[in-house]
């Protein structure tokens, strides 16, 4: 029996790719930004690995020095610190799944779709909404 492939236009297979590419590359360079992030604090800390105490330093969310603003993270980027590197790689991982539905709605474009279109820029403003009120509330 043969199974009959789907007519997919050229054009969305490239941003069916794209899509897949950024979501693999997406989780796979957040990987890399927290195992080396990791590996970092570590090296800069080798009390990390010998003591309970130090260690729930970096863990317990009360006492962990986790950069918390863009001017935090670039400030520690710039000074090697592990936990900025690990905070990158997080935020990465967070915009990944933004990427895609941007990705889509010029899919949605090329394909003109209104519809669609119009329901996934509603998705992407009511992400960015909530990275902007989660800000606020922060």
């Known amino acids: 029996m043969e199974v009959k492939k789907p007519n997919v236009h050229p054009q969305m297979r490239k941003v069916e790719l794209l899509i897949s590419t950024v979501l693999r ?45 863009p001017r935090d993270i670039i400030a520690g980027l710039r000074q090697w610190q592990g936990q900025s590197v690990i905070v990158l790689g997080l935020l990465i991982l ?10 889509s709605i010029l899919a949605f474009v090329i394909q003109r779709d209104r519809m669609f279109t119009i329901i996934t820029s509603i998705v992407l403003g009511l992400l960015i909404l909530s990275f902007v009120l989660g800000k606020i509330e922060g």
């Open 25 to 69: 590359g997406g989780v796979v360079i957040s990987l890399l930004f927290v195992v080396g992030g990791t590996i970092l604090s570590f090296t800069h800390h080798p009390g990390y690995l010998r003591s309970p105490e130090v260690l729930s330093h970096l863990t317990h969310p009360d006492s962990a020095v986790l950069p918390r603003t």
């Open 94 to 103: 967070v915009a990944t799944p933004v990427a895609r539905v941007a990705i």
